[in-house]
């Protein structure tokens, strides 16, 4: 039986398991929750762009709609 320690949380598991089953598991690159981030991240971005968008939209429709 091998064990090795974890970086982490210094406590011992097996050898056989590549990390440690009472930590996170690490960073990957390929995980969905990177695109949740991503969503996150632009979605208020892309919000405030359409909310200008309709502002200046309907400032310009105001202003054509007199002539």
Do not use: H, Q
Request: with cysteine.
């Amino acid at each position: 039986m091998r064990l090795k320690l974890c970086t982490k949380c210094k406590r011992p598991f097996m050898a056989s398991e590549e990390f440690c089953p009472r930590c996170p598991e690490p960073f990957d690159a390929n995980s969905f929750a990177n695109l949740g981030c991503i969503v996150l991240t632009i979605l208020p971005l892309l919000v405030l762009i359409l909310f200008w968008a309709f502002i200046f939209g309907a400032i310009f429709y105001r202003i054509a709609a007199r002539f």
